[in-house]
């Protein structure tokens, strides 16, 4: 009889234990995407800076001034008007992967703290 309830315990011992392991995975997991989501962020937060300067630098200019898109190893010529639209059309798409970001971020801290309350009624209940 002891035996057997010994061995009970020693199952459930393995089942918490890894109930335990993949929730802190989960967890683990978690965090670093958050911080590769807050890193993203902010580099697309300096993106939008770099390119309102740019921006505001090339308004300045004369409506006839050559200007140059880099594609690659080319320079194409194109228009004021146009590398204008580009840009702005550029900071349009950054803003909108920040809004996803954000999105992202929420969900990931959501399922931060739900792995980090259910580890510690896992751990209130062992």
Known sequence: NSENWQGKMAGIDKEIKKAFDDL???MVD????????NMQENQKKIEIR????TLQELERM?????MYQSIGRMFLLESKENTLKRLGKDINA???AIEKLGK???YLERTYKES????RELLRNR
């Open 104 to 106: 992202e971020k929420i």
């Open 24 to 26: 802190q995975e989960k």
């Open 62 to 66: 004369k409506d006839d001034t050559r």
């Open 116 to 119: 980090e309350a259910s580890l």
């Open 50 to 53: 770099r390119t309102n300067l």
């Open 30 to 37: 978690s965090r670093s995407r958050l911080q590769v989501a």
């Open 94 to 96: 950054e803003e909108e």
